[in-house]
């Protein structure tokens, strides 16, 4: 399997993402995750095999829970270098904010990896900062023909029961980058926030939402470093507002009566 499909939907006159080729085996194979904020936010999930990424986008992300299959859609082969890339899509294919979730290696559980995929169950061992032990990936054989791409496209990554699995939700847990340990606007701030005031990769629903929280906090965490500009008082006026509406919520610190009466009630019980 070669690049052909991820040369053409890229122009990399306007992308950082790596133009790539197809690389040498190594003895470890790599596999990342990247969390991907684009039209909405998923996780692409890759596997080096024979010099490129086998991969695979999985709306919810990954599941430490055995009895939680989640829905991946196979997509084009990357390049082996992609598995580094963290940062800003400014434009086109996949634009948005890539984030290096998880990184590490894995060990096929079978010694013929394409026969695997060609069968559509490849069992596997991976060794990252987040997940780890066994997983398998099965081909679901058209259950969700409709979705984009096609029903041979769909697959499902599930966790086999082992030390790793359990049902702590990891992407809740560990929502940061391994590379960098920030967060979408982390990066974003890294980058150029501004590049989306008027053009936005994704406008409405959810994802417009987490767009303008991310670009909001980017430009400021960016002013704070650049004190002294429009931007920076711009982002203190938010801040102030925000600080107010949080004000009226009540924090960890501002105990509430709800929670006092129902701890009282709690320790009654135990006694
Ligand atoms: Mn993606």
């Known amino acids: 399997m070669a690049l052909e499909e991820y040369k053409r939907k890229r122009d990399f006159k306007k992308t950082p993402e790596p133009e790539g080729k197809v690389a040498a085996q190594r003895s470890e194979r790599f596999f990342c995750v990247q969390k991907h904020l684009a039209s909405h936010l ?57 984030m290096l979730w998880d990184r590490g290696t894995w060990i096929p559980e079978t010694d013929d990896v394409d026969a695997a995929l060609k069968k559509g169950d490849l069992k596997f061992t991976l060794n990252g900062y987040k997940l780890k032990g066994s997983w398998v990936l099965v081909r679901t054989g058209g259950r969700y ?17 082992d030390d790793w699995s359990g049902d702590l939700d990891i992407t ?54 650049n004190p ?21 919520k009540g924090t960890k610190d501002t105990k509430t009566k709800e929670p006092q009466r129902a701890r009282s009630t709690q320790s009654k019980k135990k006694k």
């Open 42 to 98: 998923h996780y692409d999930f890759r596997l080096e095999h024979n010099g490129v990424l086998l991969s695979w986008a999985v709306p919810k992300g990954p599941s430490l829970d055995p009895k939680t299959k989640r829905l991946a859609m196979h997509v084009e082969d990357h390049p082996v270098e992609y598995g580094e890339f963290e940062g800003v899509i400014p434009e086109g294919y996949g634009a948005g904010i890539v």
């Open 145 to 161: 023909a409709g979705a984009r791409g096609g029903g041979d496209r769909s697959w499902l990554l599930i966790k086999h029961r």
């Open 172 to 225: 809740e847990f560990a929502p940061r980058s391994v590379k960098s340990d920030g967060e979408f606007e982390d990066i974003l701030a890294q980058d150029n926030p501004a590049i989306w005031h008027t053009n936005r990769p994704a406008k409405g629903g959810d994802t417009g939402a987490m767009f303008a929280t991310i670009i909001e906090r980017a430009a400021k965490l960016k002013s704070e470093r």
């Open 228 to 248: 002294g500009t429009k931007a920076t008082r711009d982002a203190d006026a938010k801040d102030e507002r925000a600080a107010r509406t949080k004000d009226t």
